[in-house]
T-cell receptor, first 114, second 112 residues
Framework: NAGVTQTPKFQVLKTGQSMTLQCAQD?????MYWYRQDPGMGLRLIYY???????DKGEVPNGYNVSRLNKREFSLRLESAAPSQTSVYFC?????????????FGSGTRLTVV | DAKTTQPNSMESNEEEPVHLPCNHS???????IHWYRQLPSQGPEYVIH???SNVNNRMASLAIAEDRKSSTLILHRATLRDAAVYYC?????????????FGKGTKLSVIP
């Protein structure tokens, strides 16, 4: 199993450009999440999708939009990139707390906005 | 969300047990305790989680205090691969979706 796959792995954008980060999971998980991690910091939740067809804001949603395309895929869009959005972005998927495992994270997308 | 407090860093010798502490004095009765770790340049990795009873899995053990105000992640035999940042996180219980808020964690160094 591939687990959680994120594309691209690296990206450099100019200020004002737009892009979409892709995330796909093959574990049939209901919930999916987008986090960002700035240098030396913990992860901060941007948006999440508790189930197919629903999305909710996390701690730092400003400047981002998301789409839960189907059960497998959850994309994150930057409409007009800003230098403050330079970060590593992680996608994760998971089931409920009664499962005997937690979130599975992707390997991340390193985004630089110049 | 209830907060957790962890030491910024810890060191351990290779092949010795490691006890990583976490304080969560404001935990509510329905908060689960989660542990994740993050190796350098990788995404976080699930380690273990529990509600009230101690938990064991192939990676580690989770010891939860009787009053639930603190917990300890136990790595039974540290290896160099266990050098990582370890996050202790609380979440609201529920059968469905839950959200995790990551703090700065404890950076564990393993000395050969």
């Amino acid at each position: 199993n591939a687990g959680v796959t994120q594309t691209p792995k690296f990206q450099v954008l100019k200020t004002g450009q737009s892009m979409t980060l892709q995330c796909a999971q093959d574990m049939n998980h209901n919930s999916m999440y987008w986090y960002r991690q700035d240098p030396g910091m913990g992860l901060r939740l941007i948006y999440y999708s508790a189930s197919e067809g629903t999305t909710d804001k996390g701690e730092v949603p400003n400047g981002y939009n998301v789409s839960r395309l189907n059960k497998r895929e959850f994309s994150l869009r930057l409409e007009s990139a800003a230098p403050s959005q330079t970060s590593v972005y992680f996608c994760a998927s998971g089931q409920g707390l009664r499962a005997n495992y937690g979130y599975t994270f992707g390997s991340g997308t390193r985004l630089t906005v110049v | 969300d209830a907060k957790t407090t962890q030491p910024n860093s810890m060191e351990s010798n290779e092949e010795e047990p490691v006890h990583l502490p976490c304080n969560h004095s404001t935990i509510s009765g329905t908060d689960y305790i989660h542990w994740y770790r993050q190796l350098p340049s990788q995404g976080p990795e699930y380690v273990i989680h529990g509600l009230t009873s101690n938990v064991n899995n192939r990676m580690a053990s989770l010891a939860i205090a009787e009053d639930r105000k603190s917990s300890t992640l136990i790595l039974h035999r540290a290896t160099l691969r266990d050098a990582a940042v370890y996050y202790c996180i609380l979440s609201i219980s529920g059968a469905g979706s839950y959200q995790l808020t990551f703090g700065k964690g404890t950076k564990l160094s393993v000395i050969p």
